[in-house]
């Protein structure tokens, strides 16, 4: 574990079942991701010492925050945490200023609303500074609750259902600030959803969580292109996600070129630019596989590759079919009567066949 990661592990059968071991370093977002109830909030409260399992082991960098096997444990007032809560906890009586000066009791007093201020001004919040949390937007509390949490200078932030309270156009600007703040602090974040939107958007890495216990954990790109996790494909649906770099805009045709680790591809441009780092995710049942390159079809986008894997029960109608491309593995979905007539089988050649509309590229202001 490096010298800034933060290190857990949980377990206990009872009263809520715990089951987890995972790292986090400096700058990923490591995303817990699975259905209300299978244990998500209770890590976060776990890690910020709000909950302690019968068997745990905490540590952020070089301090050990709790070890229930040394019977060691730092309160929660000396753990460098921030949380965003789902609700956001603010105070109603205190202005957005106030509330986020409530946290810096660490500073000598004359150094608190200078820093108060600068930590609005980086959310985007300080002509709202005097307001109170009543006469502010859902996405302005939460803005307001962000600032509070980094006002502890953390070396780790916890975010719990930051979304939940916001409707899907503000989601996304917040998504977009909060990677932007990400990027700035270089510390270890975790993200507790249910939501897989904001998990292609902010995650670098991908817990899968299901009854407390861990079911899958990983790089986004490759959990997200494994092909034998159906409860991911029946909570969020297979695809592929990967990064790519927008390198050419073909204005007349109203294309954007995209290059990755495995080729090129052609999305719609809407409001992309040339040099803009972007994710690509391609839900497994937009690919048409073939064996023969196409001709005389109104597609722009086929890329060659070989199949890696195959899932599928015994008795079930179709087939998850994983094609390495270059450096990227893609996803197709498909009835089992195609793989019998294409004779799909481990180490086949095969063409990806791709729509321009059927890509997912999402983009950060960043």
Known sequence: MGSRALGVTLRQAAP?????????????VLAIFGPSGSGKTTILRSIAGLYTPSEALVQAGDETWVDTAARSSVPVHRRAVGVVFQDYALFPHLTALSNVMTALGHLPRGERRARAEALLTLVHLSRHRDRR?????????????VARALAR???????DEPFAAVDRSVRRHLQDEIDQIRRSLDIPLILVTHDFD???RLATHLLLLDGGRMVALGPLGALTSRPDLPWLRETAGLGSLFEATVVRIHASRG????????GTLFAPCRALVEGLRVRVRIPAREIILAKEPPRGLSLHNVL?????????????DHVVVQIVVGEVRLLAEV????VTQLGIVTGLPLHA???SLSLEVLTSQA
């Not at 809520?16 to 990923?28: A, H, R, W």
């Not at 294309?255 to 495995?262: D, I, N, P, S, T």
């Open 335 to 338: 009835t089992r009567d195609a």
């Open 304 to 316: 060659s590759g070989a199949v890696s894997a195959m899932y599928g029960d015994r008795d079930a």
């Open 16 to 28: 809520i079942p715990l089951d987890v071991s995972f790292t986090c370093d400096p700058g990923q």
């Open 153 to 159: 200078d953390p070396a780790v932030l916890l975010l």
């Open 353 to 355: 066949l791709i729509k």
């Open 198 to 200: 904001d998990v292609v």
């Open 133 to 145: 949390p009543a006469a502010l937007s859902g996405g302005e509390r939460q803005r307001v609750a």
């Open 255 to 262: 294309l954007a070129e995209l290059a990755f680790q495995g």
